[in-house]
């Protein structure tokens, strides 16, 4: 008697596997959505980072917007030019050339360029601390708390010394910082070269105000202006125009001489020669922990 | 009014008394998963109740016609195969098998129809029907309907009204538990924590606190099933 339930076990499982194929096929035709086939080469090419760099949720969704709504195909920050180029060459459209965005940290000040510092014992986060007025004299400057950090998914950024660098050999351009900084002080750049000028001050104060608060500020004097077409002043701040930025004829050299606040500096990869400055000191083998905790050194970080 | 009090237990029972995530812990991978964002969660939430429905509905129809000791289209075919034979059909061991077959198929079915017919719907949370074809919670409302449903005397069988109600308010249940956490997932991003405790960690003694908040409800159950009966 029990081989007979066993068949009907089976059989039940049988009609019900070839009915629901059935049905599934059927729906599979029936329900058929036509998806352009460009659409999934697109998001081959793209580096599937998801990391939101290009303004869209994910990867998927930028390869729907360049392929149906002629989305620029550069905005691809990971992928940078090479990336580009293959979404042109999918696409029938003629690529400009691409630059990789990577973020800058307007903002060159260290814990002692700082001046009326005041102890902050609250959430160490920036965001916590933008919240409050006095922590440092500069309301535009770095807090040195590390949001950005954190935000980072490639280990590009560190706090050293109380304000944000960016490692460019590890930046992708993803722009998760200059999202999360509730200062607005990273921006993304153009990178036409390995190495850029920037403006490390984010601070639009006259210049009475900014000495009174920092010790390498920017103070809009426009001494750079004057020697060099690329910068403009506006609203007490130095500004550079990428747009008109040729890193092979751009000559910051006279603009550098003159600024007395070391405000301008050039950021990116080491150079060659770079590398070579520091090849002959050592570096230590092995880093030993520094076993001190925050509260043995309460003076104010940030 | 015995019948809707007795809807108003299973209601009450599946939705807050013991809530599928955080009375009986099914439903963990979706409930930490997609608890970052309460408007994620929310989709998810709505996303699970709909399937939760669906399943429910097949698997009672299956159950009760198919599965159950006794059901009535198995035994008719065994009877004419076996003309005479009073051998009572007992399928139940096919539950499982069943279920998550019926189960996986129909979300299928049902996320193909949703992407040609309704695309805005499919955009904001057809996305997570995949991710939820046959997961725990959903199976766990399938067994819970069969253990009412097969093998218990006629009388106290349960209804499609019944298994349906158990479904939909399980369903809710589950959203408000993952809107809760999503919720207190956000809040928890601008504290704190110590860092050994980040990410999973910390998430799952939030979601062990909120588990014991629920356990409040414990019994009372028993009180309002007294009050409702009389």
């Known amino acids: 008697m029990l081989s007979g339930e066993v068949f009907l076990a089976g059989g039940v499982m049988a009609v019900l596997a070839v009915g629901m194929s059935y049905v599934l096929g059927w729906a599979n035709k029936a329900f058929h959505v036509e998806v352009d086939p460009r659409v999934e080469k697109a998001e081959d090419i793209l580096p599937g980072a998801n ?57 060159g000040a260290t814990t002692t360029d700082r001046l009326q510092q005041h102890e902050y014992r609250g959430e160490p986060t920036c965001s916590a601390a933008n919240l409050v007025t006095g922590i440092q004299g500069c309301i535009y400057g770095c807090l040195g708390m590390g949001d950005c950090v954190r935000a980072c998914s490639y280990d590009a950024i560190h706090v050293i010394d109380g304000v944000a660098l960016i490692d460019y050999d590890a930046c992708t351009g993803c722009g998760a910082c200059a999202r999360i900084c509730p200062r607005n002080i990273i921006s993304m750049v153009p990178f036409k070269a390995e190495q850029m000028m920037v403006v490390s001050c984010s601070n639009k104060d006259t210049g009475k105000d900014v000495t009174a608060v920092c010790k390498v500020g920017c103070i809009g004097c426009n001494a750079c202006a004057r020697v060099n077409d690329l910068i403009q002043i506006e609203d007490g701040l130095a500004g550079i125009d990428y747009d008109q930025y040729q890193p092979e004829t751009a000559d910051f050299s006279a603009a550098l001489d003159k600024c007395p606040r070391e405000s301008l500096v050039l950021v990116g990869k080491p150079s060659e020669k770079d590398l070579a400055a520091v090849a002959d000191q ?21 | 009014m015995e019948y809707l009090g007795s809807l108003i237990l299973i209601a009450l029972g599946a939705a807050l008394i013991n809530n599928f995530v955080l009375y009986y812990f099914v439903g963990i991978c979706p409930f930490l998963g997609v608890s970052r964002r309460v408007d994620m969660a929310f989709g ?70 949703v992407r040609k017919f309704h695309p805005p719907l499919y955009k904001s949370f057809g996305i997570f029907l995949p991710l939820i074809t046959t997961n725990c919670a959903i199976l766990f409302a399938c067994l819970e309907i069969m253990k009412h449903v097969s093998g218990v005397p006629p009388a106290q069988m349960w209804d499609l009204g019944r298994a349906l109600t158990l479904a939909i308010f399980g369903g809710i249940g589950f959203t408000l538990a993952i809107v809760l956490m999503a919720g207190m997932r956000e809040e928890l991003d601008l504290c704190d924590v110590p860092k050994a405790l980040r990410g999973a960690g910390i998430t799952l003694i939030v979601a062990g606190i909120l588990a014991m908040a629920f356990m409040g409800f414990t019994g009372m159950d028993q009180s309002l099933s007294g009050l409702l009966t009389g």
């Open chain 1, 282 to 302: 050592d570096l230590p083998d092995r880093i030993e922990a520094d076993f001190k905790t925050t509260v043995d050194d309460t003076e104010w970080r940030g």
């Open chain 2, 44 to 113: 998810m939430g709505c996303a699970v109740t709909f399937v939760i429905s669906i399943a429910a509905f097949l698997s009672w129809v299956f159950t009760t016609f198919i599965l159950r000791p006794g059901a009535p289209l198995s035994n008719w075919i065994w009877s004419l195969v076996n003309p005479g034979s009073d051998t009572v059909v007992d399928l139940s061991i096919l539950n499982y098998l069943v279920y998550i077959f019926v189960i996986a198929s129909s979300v299928q079915f049902v996320e193909m129809y």
């Open chain 1, 51 to 107: 990391c939101g760099g290009c303004g869209y949720v994910g990867c998927r969704e930028y390869a729907e917007a360049v392929v149906l709504e002629a989305e620029s195909v550069t905005k691809c920050t990971v992928g940078g030019g090479s990336v580009a180029a293959q979404l042109g060459e999918l696409l029938g459209v003629e690529v400009e050339e691409a630059w990789p965005y990577r973020a800058v940290v307007h903002c």
